[in-house]
């Protein structure tokens, strides 16, 4: 069985990582936090972590170019649904 996403009843949560090479090129870590649970123990809960995107940013580490960098990337992964943007 492939692990999608979509396949989760929690909610993802991410954490962006930034940081700037010794020859000044910076980089970004996009991973996925989630709950998981198998179905035959749903009381068995876990917290999971995935690492989903790894690039480099272009200019300096700001909410713009991180929100270019991640948002097709939680595009890819098909995650609008399981984000909350509250």
């Not at 972590?49 to 098909?78: E, F, K, M, Q």
């Amino acid at each position: 069985m492939i692990f999608t996403f979509q396949d989760l009843p929690s909610l993802v949560s991410f954490t962006f990582n930034t940081w700037t090479s010794e020859l000044l090129d910076a980089y970004i870590i996009i991973t996925a936090y989630y709950i998981y649970s198998p179905p035959k123990d749903p009381m068995k809960w876990s917290l999971e972590a995935n690492i989903i995107g790894l690039a480099s940013i272009v200019g300096g580490h700001t909410r713009y170019n991180t929100a270019y960098i991640v948002t097709p990337i939680v595009d890819c992964y098909s995650l609008w649904r399981k984000v909350c943007l509250s």
